[in-house]
C-alpha cells in the first residue's frame, strides 16, 4: 500500500509538471477538492484515469484501516493529497507566469510539494497497529517540526541532485536558481547554500528534540529515515528517475540479490 501511495505520488506530479495545461490543472485540483466520481466532469480522459486510481487505492486503503481498527483516515487521507495539489499548482503558475519566489516563499511551498508529509501520514496510518484520532488531527492542523525538517533534506537534496535535469526538461524554478536570482550569487555558491540548509537541518534532527509526547516514535524515525533516503538517493544525480543501472544495482544488491558468506 505504501508503494502505492508512492508511485500515485509520482503520477500526479508529472500531470502538473509536465502534462496539464493551467486550465486543465485548475479542473485537477478541483477534483481532489470535491473528491467524487462527479467530480471529474472536466477532466481530460488521462487525468480521469489519474483520479480514479488514486480515488479508488485511499478508499481501499481507508475501508481496510477501518475494519481493522474502527477508526475512519480518509478525511485526513483526502486533505493531505488536497494539499499536495495545491502546491503543485502553485509551482505550476509560477512556471506558466514566469515568476521566480524568494528561497524563503520557494521553500514554505516546496517541504509540502515534495510530498514527505503525505508520504509520513500515510506511513504512520499504514504502519500503526494503535492509530489515535490525536496524532491525525496533529498532523492535520501542523507540520511537526520533525516532518519539516525532514521534508527540508528531501526537498533540498532532490534540488541537488536533479535540479539540472529537470530544468532542461523545462520545469519550476529550483531552490539554486531561486537563490541565484534572489542573491546574484554564482551557481557554485547557490549550491554551498543549499548544502549548508541542509546540514543545518540534520543538526536540528541529530539533537532529537521533537514531539516525543504528540508523535509516535515510529514516526519519528521513519521522518528520519525517510531524509536519509533521499540523500542517498540523490547523492549521485536523480536517483529516482535516472536511466542508468548504479540506483537498480543498488536496490537489487539491498532487497533481492542474495549476501554471499563464507564457507565454514
Request: glycine share 4%.
Amino acid at each position: 500500500m505504501a508503494a502505492q501511495v508512492n508511485a500515485l505520488v509520482t503520477t500526479i506530479d508529472d500531470v502538473y509538471d509536465v502534462y496539464g495545461t493551467l486550465d486543465e490543472l485548475e479542473f485537477f485540483t478541483d477534483a481532489f477538492e470535491r473528491w467524487g466520481i462527479n467530480a471529474t466532469e472536466q477532466l481530460l480522459d488521462y487525468m480521469k484515469l489519474c483520479f480514479f486510481a488514486l480515488h479508488n487505492s485511499m478508499n481501499q486503503i481507508a475501508s481496510d484501516i477501518f475494519q481493522e481498527q474502527g477508526i475512519n483516515i480518509l478525511p485526513y487521507s483526502k486533505k493531505a493529497w488536497l494539499e499536495l495539489c495545491k502546491t503543485y499548482l502553485i509551482e505550476a503558475k509560477w512556471y506558466h507566469q514566469g515568476y521566480t519566489p524568494s528561497l524563503q516563499e520557494y521553500i514554505d511551498n516546496a517541504i509540502i510539494s515534495i510530498s514527505a508529509p503525505l508520504i509520513l501520514l500515510h506511513a504512520y496510518i499504514l504502519s500503526s497497529n494503535h492509530i489515535t484520532t490525536k496524532v491525525l488531527q496533529y498532523l492535520e492542523e501542523e507540520l511537526p517540526s520533525i516532518i519539516r525538517c525532514s521534508s527540508m533534506v528531501f526537498r533540498l537534496a532532490d534540488d541537488l541532485g536533479t535540479s539540472p535535469d529537470e530544468m532542461r526538461r523545462g520545469d519550476v524554478l529550483k531552490s539554486i536558481q531561486c537563490y541565484m536570482h534572489e542573491t546574484r550569487v554564482l551557481e557554485e555558491d547557490a549550491h554551498e547554500h543549499i548544502q549548508d540548509l541542509i546540514d543545518k537541518t540534520w543538526k536540528k534532527m541529530n539533537k532529537n528534540e521533537f514531539e516525543p509526547f504528540l508523535l509516535p516514535q515510529t514516526l519519528i524515525e521513519t521522518a528520519i529515515n525517510l531524509a536519509r533516503m533521499a540523500q542517498f538517493m540523490d547523492k549521485h544525480g536523480d536517483g529516482h528517475s535516472s536511466q542508468d543501472d548504479v540506483m537498480r544495482h543498488r536496490i537489487l544488491s539491498l532487497l533481492i540479490n542474495p549476501i554471499p558468506l563464507p564457507r565454514p
